[in-house]
């Protein structure tokens, strides 16, 4: 059973930094791709970054290209989420994804997904 636990959200003033965390576990996930998607309330949840386990290629959302980083530690089995520079459009629920396939996909068509972290930026 996959499963996947977000961690780090909070407050943080704008211009701050936070890193959002997303330990794994239930299976060797080196043939995933990890993702992060938000949602605000009225909204549908929407893509920030993935990252492929195996090779550490990445993608973003054009919004925080530039503000945030997606890596991954194997020996953890963790995936991170480095927020910088943060502003308070990115006031969100993030989430944590896991795809059965080593592409870097956009779409909420991942295979498990987490809890869900809130991050709330202040102005």
């Known amino acids: 059973q996959v499963q996947l636990v977000e961690s780090g959200g909070g407050l943080v003033q704008a211009g701050g930094s936070l890193r959002l965390s997303c330990a794994a576990s239930?299976?060797?996930?080196?043939?995933?791709?990890m993702g992060w998607f938000r949602q605000v309330p009225g909204k549908e949840r929407a893509f920030v970054s993935t990252?492929?386990?195996?090779?550490?290629?990445?993608y973003y959302t054009n919004s925080v290209k530039g503000r945030f980083t997606s890596t991954r530690d194997n020996a953890k089995n963790t995936v991170y989420l480095q927020m910088n520079n943060v502003k308070p459009e990115d006031t969100a629920v993030y989430y944590c994804?896991?795809?059965?396939?080593?592409?870097?996909?956009?779409?909420?068509?991942?295979?498990?997904w987490g809890q869900g972290t809130q991050v709330t930026v202040s102005s």
């Open positions: 990252i492929i386990w195996s090779g550490g290629n990445t």
């Open positions: 994804a896991a795809l059965m396939a080593p592409a870097l996909a956009t779409t909420d068509e991942y295979d498990y």
């Open positions: 239930g299976r060797t996930f080196s043939g995933y791709a």
